[in-house]
């Protein structure tokens, strides 16, 4: 979430949904206290206009050409969706579905 409100999220508009790199799950083990990645991205879906959040760790990454994207890389992906649960995505999985979400 950016310190100054921008005029807009376009960014470069390649895909319809906004992506997430160097997504970290919440580790127990953490002195940290304050709000995970996950909650964070949770808030951002109730409050914004966005619906669909791709993250990607370290070692993911998203191969789009044309109408097809598939999650390619060394690890899984977890896709955030607004009113649904978080899902982890294995690697292969076909994503096209997710360019098909109007803008």
């Known amino acids: ?48 206009s966005v619906e669909t959040v791709l993250c990607l760790r370290e070692g993911g990454t998203l191969l789009v050409n044309g109408d097809s994207a598939i999650l390619k890389g060394i690890i899984k992906a977890k896709l955030f969706q607004k009113d649904e649960i978080p899902k982890e995505l294995e690697v292969g999985t076909d994503l096209s579905f997710l360019l098909k979400i109007a803008k």
Do not use: C, W
Request: glycine share 4%; aromatic share 10%.
């Open 1 to 48: 979430m950016p310190i100054v409100y921008p005029p807009s999220f376009t960014a470069l508009d390649l895909v319809p949904f906004n992506i997430n790199p160097h997504y970290l799950d919440h580790d127990p083990e953490s002195k940290h206290k304050g709000e995970t990645r996950e909650e964070r991205i949770l808030q951002y879906l109730e409050i914004g």
